[in-house]
């Protein structure tokens, strides 16, 4: 199947706004931005009036870029989302094989484990039978030489003689460039039983209740206070 051009993005590129110059921008913001920074400090009502009269040709020039570099970022972000879209399309099929050459990895692996576990299941119970036979099989000969205490110990040697531990190859082969790592997960499932120190508060119910009541927010552990902002008109409209 031939591969479809993207033809979006190929309009987006031809169609994107030029960019705003820096030089033109810096040109009409210098001004106000002098003036603004020429404020080290508010020691007087004159210098507090002085600020308040910057701020809103601060507001002017914010809304002068906002007007000229807003469909430039726009064309850029719509060109993004078109590029990231394009490049999941393409990456999408592989991850999708890889993923699925993994799953059959895996199903596989699980197989030859549980096989090979069965075999070390009966090798296991084969040579604990051998241990027993060859403890009862001394405990006979020291009975037969009259070792009565000998012969008592190895027959209750015989009695608990633990499987032995085997030390079997690999259920799988190992292959250059594949690793397995291991973690531990996790399911809730059961919320009101998870121990307390386990738990968070929940700021976002806190945050709520304390924007509804104010002060009158009676939480346990929570210190309500007032955070005051000021803003211009232009921002608070």
């Known amino acids: 199947m031939k591969e479809k051009k993207p033809e979006a993005i190929e309009k987006v590129r031809w169609e994107m706004p030029i960019a705003p110059q820096e030089a033109t921008i810096a040109k009409r913001c210098a001004p106000v931005l002098n003036q603004a920074r020429s404020i080290k400090a508010i020691t007087s009502e004159d210098h507090f009036l002085a600020a308040g009269a910057i701020i809103p040709r601060l507001d002017e020039a914010t809304k002068w870029i906002e007007a000229v570099a807003t469909p430039f ?33 895996a199903v596989f692996r699980q197989k030859q484990e549980a096989a090979q576990a069965e ?21 006979k000969v020291a009975e037969q030489s009259g070792d009565h ?8 040697k015989a009695i608990s003689v633990p499987p032995p531990i085997l030390n079997s190859a690999p259920a799988v082969p190992k292959q250059e460039g594949m690793y397995i790592t291991e973690r531990f ?15 968070s508060p929940d700021e976002t119910k806190i945050r709520k209740v304390v924007e509804a009541l104010g002060f009158k927010a009676a939480i346990d552990g929570v210190v309500v206070r007032r955070e005051e ?9």
């Open 149 to 156: 205490e000998t012969a008592q110990l190895f027959r209750e």
């Open 119 to 139: 075999r070390d299941r009966i090798a296991q119970r084969a040579l604990q039978q051998q241990s027993k036979r060859e403890l009862l099989s001394a405990a």
């Open 185 to 199: 997960v996790f399911d809730i499932v059961d919320p009101d039983a998870v121990p307390r120190e386990l738990c």
């Open 73 to 105: 970022v726009q064309a850029l972000d719509k060109l993004h989302k078109l590029g990231v879209k394009f490049k999941k399309a393409q990456l999408e099929p592989l991850e999708s094989e890889k993923q699925r050459l993994f799953n059959l990895r």
């Open 229 to 237: 902002k000021e803003h211009s008109r232009a921002v608070a409209s």
